[in-house]
């Protein structure tokens, strides 16, 4: 049973930084994909950072070049480094891991970590 743990959430002012980290309870290598998406409530989950195992990385459009997804595969952990935070990046961020297997693609989830930004 695959578990991912996130932590380093908080409440940071705007402008500020945070770091977010996922751990894994598996090596990371078997997953194709891992990424970090968020939720308001009343709102969808929107994809905020994702980077495969080949090592392409992709961001939300509101989150481009402020956010930085990284690795560390002898740690098993995904990290979302999140700098010049803004009010409107409040929201439960979550960590995500993709398998693709023939026919079929696992989807796994973590808790969710709050993040709230004040003004």
């Known amino acids: 049973q695959v578990q991912l743990v996130e932590s380093g959430g908080g409440l940071v002012q705007a402008g500020g930084s945070l770091r977010l980290s996922c751990a894994a309870s598996?090596?990371?290598?078997?997953?194709?994909?891992m990424g970090w998406y968020r939720q308001i409530p009343g709102n969808q989950r929107e994809l905020v950072a994702r980077?495969?195992?080949?090592?392409?990385?992709n961001y939300g459009d509101s989150v481009k070049g402020r956010f930085t997804i990284l690795r560390d595969n002898a740690k098993n952990t995904v990290y979302l480094q999140m700098n010049s935070l803004k009010p409107e990046d409040t929201a439960v961020y979550y960590c995500?891991?993709?398998?693709?297997?023939?026919?079929?693609?696992?989807?796994?989830w973590g808790q969710g970590t709050q993040v709230t930004v004040s003004s």
């Open positions: 995500h891991a993709a398998v693709l297997t023939i026919g079929a693609k696992l989807d796994y």
């Open positions: 598996n090596g990371i290598f078997m997953f194709n994909a």
């Open positions: 980077l495969t195992n080949a090592g392409v990385s």
